[in-house]
């Protein structure tokens, strides 16, 4: 019997986060119902993305220039047409599709003639391109205060409420990531997946690699543009910034966080970070520096993202029976926990310290003596001990934690290791082949 | 900080408000800044201008015998942030937002603010615009909830050309070099425009990229070419801190007639090359006698520094709020905001510099300005250089006034 | 005349400035295949610190103490991060270098705040060298162009005539042979990732003062430097001279053209329908200026992708 084309537990999956999704308004404020609509946008934005890098294997760092591409043809269909006639403002995001995929073309054909390091460069460089002439093509992308428009009715509904909004992205969203996803199991996807294991052996079955390359370029692109026209029937407006390259760039960390094996990684990495910006920016005046912070580290010690943390934790689950692994998380979670509130709360600290509007009170304040900060509704005085002990507290047990857990990573494998060696006549099939753990 | 203790007050503020139904309602301030990435500098700046302007309000009562709330937001640096936080601080309850560190944002606030304002009758906010002087704001884009409390490219450049004719320095060559943006078309416009009343002629202008240029050489070439006798530029930041930094290293004898000379650090980097140039701003000491002295002491002694750059306007555009605000009577215990748009029409009140009111044609504010020049005699000392800016004339608001553009169709609600 | 040899000479100095930071870069490149993202982060690093001691030790001791620091933390980066994901991949290690930039970034504003600091040429320096077509051409120009044409000629001469230069050479062409006859290729990669970051920390110290130093130096200088290592061709030190001078210089003749293509369209008697069309027709050379290097930049990559000096195909 042939397998199905989706498992059934994929489909119960998807349906689950679906009506999920779709309860969220009821459980969320206004405010967070509207950062909700920006995170689906960049769910879907970086699975288009990962179509193109974790399948296909182009590592494009460009990608915001078909996301702006759609963002301004939506834009422009809007004031045309007025959300009536054949594109009413559900259907709005066609626009942005079409654009998206005519440019994904146009660009992807040239693109593609190269690969590794010269093809990233050759993205790079359309997007710097059209970011370059952008402010100067004032008839099409408007200027500095960008081109603004407004959603009309359709369909018996107003559009006017963020709630509606946000069913309209939600409908859209699901739809493109189901399609995505139903692409992977197609004949076509499973050549995408040839294109980046090896598409020198690709060539020589006698297919077209460079078509190939183009129509997955052209493909990102259309999605990636729906995107962005989906940003813009929610903000009713679209200016040229959307072809920074900090959105380039911003897509390509979420993905890599989120990790780019596992189909939804990409999706779930872009929705936290975007989360992220949205509630630390109005903690913290820091929190670009958080967010460095938090790249690099997820960079160095979880490489496959968070996606593929979940996937490490169920190997260990498989290795490992749970009365073994509960105390290692924990450890390891408490760990985490401890160092980075340590790690904030200095970084806090000397960001008050160093602050100009801080330092000029420090220089009126007679005889030398040092305001206190305010941190956390209490003042802290810089010159007390305690204001660096609790940070250098948190730091010490943080890293006390992770050494204690590491240890009992070590342990577990060499426990591992002696029993596999000493009960070789067992063929033991559900081994994982890492002996040094996989933290 | 700030926001750290006020977003939990405002979470349990709202919660209460569901609980109590419609009793006293503070008022709800809203500043939505770029308080990080690359332009973070002004965005900072104008917050911790309105914090102060807050604090008076409270400390001469609030509103309705409740203190008036400040909420921070930032816009992460672009339109869309900005466009995500106004929602926020719609859900939220704010009923006043403030901004003005770039005008990009400040147009794609006005635009949202009227889009809300439509779409939720008896809830409207109002935009109060303390940085952004784009003309369209005041023109194509005016909007009976954006009111302007700084001037515009139209409004500085006027008083600039008149100072210094008056001073002898504008000569009848003069180079106009600017930003390739809204900004700085406004400003060569105005620079044009006040051609003829200034007695020159401008032999060349200029737009260039902007905050890309590193090398301005190759524009002072052009400058020394086509012998200008002044350079009158809108350009800010790091484009008018290299252009003149050019200018000097090739030896190029023009005097520069800018409008944002005054931002903190400039005269820091420039050093004495500054000494003798103009700036048209909208606030000098100096200029402001006694009561001009108690302002900057009074911001020095609550913020850590003397008012610069754009604080002061932010701070005298909140007192013509908060003028507006004592004249607003509560109804049902909330803030009607049309009513307060309303009296904001009306506002008038009385700074360091002199009087100030407010159009009610196209919400721009009548405001003196005055055209000051780098000095080593200045009585306020700026960043801790031995220069300061020397008052040279001080053109009170009607004498500041332009006309109100044409493409100003304000609806006004009944 | 004067005007075009003085905005050639602007633009030689300017090319010179960016060979300063894009040497380094190529070199990291050529090396290990990663595209330092935080390379231009160097360069701020270096003006900064130059900024720091200049108050303390002086202007030029400064100057050459900021460089090495830059390099020591250069050593630091390859050998604590880079090192760790290296095999993870390409993606990975650029990734983070493009976090570092930030923390980089991040850590300079909240040390020294948002706005430039006053970080100046001394007086001494500060006058004019020679004066060409009514204009003066100042002095520190052209020391910074001479720091430059050394640094290059010092690199050349180490790369090419000394025996660290050979086994540097041979890391870069077949890392696994080098590492066979029993060199230390780990400890050569760390070497030139820090002797890279010290170059572009040198840049940083001497054209911070000369032109502005504020925490967004490296996102103005960044994308610029990519341009030129890719146009030079990645990993070749005489392309990344000839591309730098070649950016640089057309970059300073542009701003002098006042032209646009609906100029050139007159030649044939088309300009009005070209003045009708608007856009990209009428849009003047100069105000083009910062966006003719991506156009050379992608010309180079779909024509010679190897780069002007770089490797072919």
Redesign the interface.
Known sequence: MRPAIVSLRALALAATGAALLAALPFLLTQGLLNAAIQMLIAALFASAYNLLCGQAGMLSFGHAAYFGVGAFGTVHAMNAVGGAGLLPTPLLPLAGAACGLVFGAIAGWFATQRSGTYFAMITLAIAELVHSLAPHLKGLFGGEAGVSTMRMPAWGLDFGSTLQVYYLTLAWVLVSVGLLYLYTRTPLGRLTFGLRENSHRLRFLGYNVHGLGMLVFALSAMFAGIAGSLQVVSNESANYVVFDPALSAAVVLNTYIGGVKVFLGPALGAALMTFFGYAVSDLTQSWLLYQGILFVLVMMFMPSGLAGLGGTTARLRQRFDLARIVPLVALSVGAALLLSLGGTFAIEMLQRVFSQDYRAMARLQPAGAWPPLQFLGRAWLPAAFATWAVPAALLASGAWLAHLARQRLRALADAESASAAGANAHPSTRLAAHPGGTA | ?H???T?PSAMACTLGLLCFGASAAPVKIGVLET????Q??SG?AYR?AVRFAVDQINAAGGWNGEPVQLL???N?G????A???L??A???GVQLIVQGAS??IG??IT??VR?HNL?NPGKEIIYINVGAE?L?LTGE?CNFHHFRFSGDAQIRTKALVSAMKQANALGTRVYAINQ???WGQDMERAISDNAAAGGYQVVEK??????????F??????I??SKADSVLTGNWS?DL??LM?ASK????KVRFGTVFLDQ??NL??A?DLAVGHFVAHTFNAEAGGAEGERFVNEY?AK???APAFIEPQTVFGMAMVADALKRTRPEGGVLNVNALARAIETAKIKTPMGEMSMRAADHQVQMPIVVSTVSKDARYKA?DTDMGFKPVKRFSAEEASTPAQSSCAMKRPA | MDQLIVSLMNGIVYGLLLFMVSAGLTLIFGMMGVLNFAHASFYMLGAYFAYSLQGVIGFWPAVIASPLLVGVIGVVVERFFLRRVHHHGHAHELLLTFGLSFIIAESIKLFFGNFPVDYRIPAALDVPAFSLGGAQYPAYRLVMGGIAIAMFVAIYLLLTRTRVGIVVRSAIYKPRMAEALGHNVPLVFMGVFGVGAALAGLAGAVAGAFYTTNPNMALELGVMVFVVVVVGGLGSLGGAMLASLLIGVITSLAVGIDRSLADLLALFGASDWARGVGGLLTLKVSSLSATIPFALMLLILLVRPGGLMGEKG
């Open positions: 900080m926001t750290l203790a977003f308080l990080s990435g690359p973070a500098s900072q911790t921070e937001y930032d992460q672009g339109p869309a942030g466009a995500d936080k929602k926020a719609a859900a939220d005008s990009a147009g794609q635009e949202d889009k779409r784009a369209e884009k390739n943006y809204s200029t737009l260039h990229d902007v905050n890309k240029v590193q090398d050489a190759p524009y002072v070439a052009k020394s070419a790091n801190l290299l930094k290293s090739a030896g190029l903190p650090g820091a980097n050093g020095k913020t850590g520094h960043d």
